[in-house]
């Protein structure tokens, strides 16, 4: 191997490691102390309660994240990363940890995409009011 091929390769190497180490200290303890509850609209209020019957266990109240799941309200999530189709997919097809040590997340059953586009309008409101985006 040459040497700047060889310095390409730790330099990724060290990078994927910082990358890894910052994500894994914002894991179990990334939750959120508060988050701030805005006036919601009415989509977002009937989404608060498909939220809490469907996604409270796992992502906490208010989206804040509990020691099963990550906090919605969270940079990750905002829409140029996560996508309102993104939401969807997960909840319907499950998705792979990808960016937090709680591992793999199930389909939800009996949540339909109506309900899910209340969830997302919700988690969007809370998102906005507390600077995500």
């Known amino acids: 191997m040459d ?7 730790l330099v990724g190497a060290l990078m994927t490691f910082a990358l890894f180490v910052m994500m894994r200290g914002q894991g179990r303890n990334a939750t ?16 608060r309660k498909a939220f809490e019957v469907s996604c409270l266990k796992c992502h906490g109240k208010n989206g804040a994240g509990t020691d099963q799941g990550p906090p919605l309200i969270h940079k990750i999530y905002e829409p140029n990363h996560h996508s309102d189709e993104s939401f969807y997919r997960a909840a319907k097809k499950g998705v792979r940890a990808h960016h937090w040590p709680y591992g793999d997340m199930p389909p939800i059953k009996g949540v339909s995409r109506h309900d899910l586009a209340g969830i997302i309008r919700y ?10 985006f």
């Open 3 to 9: 040497n700047n091929y060889s310095r390409v390769l």
């Open 32 to 47: 959120l102390a508060r988050v701030k509850i805005p006036a919601l609209s009415i989509e977002a209020q009937i989404g």
């Open 123 to 132: 988690i969007r409101e809370l998102q906005r009011v507390n600077g995500v």
